[in-house]
């Protein structure tokens, strides 16, 4: 009776702190798949694209207490499909994303599309990476003051996700940097106290994430094999 898939599941779990929360990441997954692994426990998800993530949505409206995490890009002309589907948007990377997201989070809550304001993670670039988004640590304190003025999101941490090809040491010490700038920002109560989150490590890295003080690990490969 193993399921290879629920087993990578078990044995991930098992080394991981029980404060860190598993995200199984899910694109390209079927339904059934993902059915299993909710059945196995895990209820928070992620997809990287929002049509797929909505048709898998639709299909999985039976399982009531999945908690959907949006990890993708987001172009700002699908902001408002983000906030009406997702309780957390851990790929806010440029102001303009978050005030449109913030604009669309105003108008559901106030037509009852949705019952909470979503949950947001800034998305940190902390090393230059040309195939990725986010702020740079400097861009970020440039725009800081304008990301409070937004009243409708509610920011809860950081996100990153590191170029490929560092050594485990840079590794490490990327992660420990955007620690360094989540405690910065805590120390100096920009947000409230429940700006708690530190989303960060994927398959090949969360172990050195979790050493750094991830708080949310997001795995795909790892629990579902290679992707097609
Ligand atoms: C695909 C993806 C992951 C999971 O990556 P794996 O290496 O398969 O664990 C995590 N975060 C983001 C943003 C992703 O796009």
Known sequence: MSNPIINNLRQIQETIPSNVCLIAVTKTVSVEVIQTVYE???????????QEAIDKQEK??????????FIGHLQTNKAKKAVES????????SLKLAQKLDFHAQQALENGVIGKLPQVCLQIKFLPDENKYGWSVDEFYQDLSELLNLKNLHFRGLMTILPTGLSSEEILSAFQGVANVASNLRKNQYFPPDFDQLSMGMSGDYSLAIEAGATMIRLGTIIFGDRK
């Open 60 to 69: 999985l409206k039976h399982c009531r207490d999945i908690c959907w995490h």
């Open 40 to 50: 196995a426990g895990v209820k928070n998800f992620a997809e990287n694209k929002l």
């Open 86 to 93: 997702f309780e957390w948007i851990h790929s806010v990377d």
